[in-house]
Every structure is written in structure tokens, then in C-alpha cells.
């Protein structure tokens, strides 16, 4: 996600609903995999484990140091995106819009 050219790590869990949302300073996967980390230890700490991550085409340079985490990525086809994502950011985007009127 993005807003105003500032871009952002989004994730939401299927079924706890738990969301996170990082600013990032690219998306290069050296950056992506430090932000996956980061979201895998704040479910680590609330005591879940992360075993599957749906996210879009652009998380697909990761996928091998995801398996070696004993993760599975699954990616969306192409020009489509993961529904709960892409919800949560039109959620984010619209408060913040609201917030600046």
C-alpha cells in the first residue's frame, strides 16, 4: 500500500483479524523479508505461527526464503489481489481521509 508515495508493509490474518501496518523504505526483498519477520515475530508473540502467507505477485522474489522458514506462499494471479488486504487498506485509507477533513 501506499499513501502518498509513502509506502507501507499491510497484513491481516484471516482469522483473528489481527493487522499490522509499517512504513517501508522500498520494496526490495531484502526489505520485504526484514517486514515478514517482523509480522511473524508480533504473531509469535501472541502465541500464534505463521505456516501459510497469501499475498500478490510482487512477494514473489521471497518465496524460497520463505520455504526455508518452513512457510508457504501463496500468490494471487496475476493483476488480482489477496480480498482481506486489499479491504483492510481501503479501511485505513478512507479513516485517514476522514481525519484530514
Not at 508493509?9 to 523504505?25: Q, Y
Not at 522474489?61 to 481501503?90: D, F, Q, W
Request: net charge positive; aromatic share 8%; hydrophobic share 40%.
Amino acid at each position: 500500500m501506499a499513501i502518498n508515495k509513502i509506502p507501507f508493509m499491510v497484513s491481516t490474518s484471516r482469522n483473528i483479524h489481527f493487522r499490522t501496518a509499517k512504513i517501508i523504505c522500498d520494496k526490495t526483498k531484502w526489505t520485504l523479508m526484514k517486514s515478514i519477520q517482523q509480522i511473524m515475530w508480533a504473531y509469535h508473540a501472541r502465541g500464534f505461527h505463521v505456516t501459510t502467507i497469501l499475498a500478490d505477485r510482487g512477494f514473489e522474489c521471497i518465496r524460497n526464503s520463505l520455504a526455508e522458514m518452513g512457510i508457504s506462499l501463496n500468490t494471487a494471479s496475476r493483476n488480482k489481489h489477496v480480498p482481506e488486504v486489499e479491504r483492510y487498506i481501503r479501511t485505513v485509507k478512507e479513516r485517514e481521509w476522514a481525519k484530514a477533513v
